[in-house]
């Protein structure tokens, strides 16, 4: 006997009960007659979307959620497993899962680990379950459990004893950096604890600063996939399970996507739902001619498409001719609505407003902040006229220390880039233009240029920040680590060094490949191999310069002229006789195949008084008597 099971991993709306459950409806009645699927799985709390928040206080709540549960209960012929917030008879509130089959409620269970860090705050909301909740069909018994339960051992335990043949898990992740490699070794192990499959099925869309990135996946009672969903897209994703051998038949396995890809689509996703959702008709933006604005833009264009999207370069005195031809080019390249304004009539109007006010005081942040003022009230003119977002440019790096300007280049609705470091800006970059090498919408001297605001005279942003290397690292540690300034200057390189090594990694990975070099390993614990500059670059931005991870030593220079008998493999042989030329020999340390890990004097020393005594009894006429020492080791 077997069981067809179909994971709806859907794009829901957040507060729209009727939308979402009329999603639930057509997503059930597909799966049914298009897939022939038995049950269909879909996200927690898929009537109310996630996250509801203070939506769930409303006295009106369980009204909908009555009107929604009667629509659902006409669908007939498939099993639906479904989310809904469930109220008590004590009035207490509870995340919820229904197995719903032609009216009939099979199974009800409540989420037993509610989540109450980081984003999570459903303490305040629920009270937690207890009990597991398992129901047939097809003659398999299937348990439910909600998100964070299957990222404990208890629940899937409480499943098993239960009599439960595999498990449903109802999600709704966010997404970060790494979430999709941590959620599938965290569900492998309850696998393997509880010797049951899971079907894990979640969300997919933004919700303001929330991103979830779908990538629904099932996993064999081993902890191995039966099948892996697409990330960032909705869709219907059906998987066999075989009653005789307890496990699932293979199924498609989407590959997982690179850091880069996964972040490039998440952000991608965030600005069409926040958009689309919020009833905004496009996208307005202020392109400098920077990496920021240039990344942010082809972002919005991926999101809305060109039509939607209105870029307006506004420049100052202080504006290179460099950064109006760049801006023009990313414009021209992506085919959007792009506009010049200048900026000079509005910064010299208030500065000839405020001169009696500031007669005597010296130039400073002041008038710098007037001109990104100027910008954010023509951007903010533009997006009330038209109907249109206003995206703002700023990265996680420059956000986090405060280098950006109130009310200027912070004006706006959207931030694409608020949680993404400089450091990855480079590298998203580069990985955008690498899916159009014909058309990259990036400049590549955009890319290569020091980043600078423009405000003032040859300025740079390392004028004022750490090199963003050091800065993101720091980050990285005080923001999502939780360390402070103690534990991050004790864990082994001040900023100053770790800013030094990085400077030393690229130094060296630049010089090895213009000496030919076909790969590099720079010398750090998870620095890997590369076989191009760029590729080593973009991952010693990356590393983690701490103690134990990161090491600097010195070198002899070893096997240029390396030892050995195959022609192809090596220079000299055993005696150190150059291969293919007569009458020459070399006897020194470029002829040792390969590094000894320790000072090599002693072993050159004695190496070249061995070679060199066979040397001279080859030189010898034959039948001369051999001399008893020609060289040694003093």
Known sequence: MSLRIALAQLNLLVGDIPGNTAQLTRSAETARDQHRADVIVFPELSLTGYPPEDLLLRPSLALRVEQALAELRTVQGITLVFGLPEMQVNGGLRNAAWALRDGVVLARYAKQQL????????????????????????????????????????????????GAELILNLNASPFHAGKASERQAEVALRCREAALPVVYCNLVGGQDELIFDGGS???????????????????LYCVDFDKATQRFLPAKLEPMLSLEASVYQ?????????TNKCGFKGIVLGLSGGIDSALTLAVAVDALGAERVRAVMMPYRYTAQISLDDAEEEAKTLGVHYSVLSIAPMVEAFSATLVDTFAGMAADKTEENLQARSRGVLLMAISNKLGYLVLTTGNKSEMSVGYATLYGDMAGGFDVLKDVPKTLVFRLCEWRN???????????????????????????????????PVLDEILRRY??????????????????????????????????????????????????????????????????????????????????CAMGEDEKTSVVNSRGEFHGLANLSILDGSIFPTSIGANPQLSIYGLVAKLATGLAEQLLPTGAPKPEKIAEVV
């Open 115 to 162: 989540p109450n860090h980081q984003v999570f705050d459903e303490r305040r909301y629920f009270v937690p379950g207890h009990d597991a909740a398992v129901f047939e069909q097809n003659g398999v018994r299937l348990a439910l459990t909600i998100c964070e339960d299957i990222w404990h051992t208890a629940p899937a335990q409480a499943a098993k004893a239960a």
């Open 217 to 235: 996946f099932v996993l064999q009672a081993d902890g191995s996939p039966a099948l892996q969903a697409p990330w960032f897209e909705e869709g």
């Open 266 to 274: 998440a952000l991608v996703l965030a600005v069409r739902d926040y």
């Open 434 to 468: 690498a899916q159009s090498p014909g058309h990259p919408p990036i400049p590549q001297r955009v890319i290569d240029r020091p980043p600078s605001a423009e405000l003032a005279p040859d300025q740079k942003d390392e004028d004022s920040l750490p090199p963003y």
């Open 479 to 560: 923001v999502e680590c939780d360390e402070s300034a103690e534990a991050i200057i004790a864990a082994g390189f001040t900023p100053g060094e770790a800013d030094g090594l990085r400077r030393a990694f690229f130094f060296l990975s630049e010089i090895q490949f213009a000496a030919g070099a076909r790969s590099v390993r720079p010398f750090q614990l998870a620095g890997g191999t590369f076989t191009t500059l760029a590729e080593a670059k973009k991952a010693i931005n990356s590393f983690a310069i701490e103690k134990f991870r990161t090491g600097i030593g010195t070198a002899h220079l070893m096997g240029g």
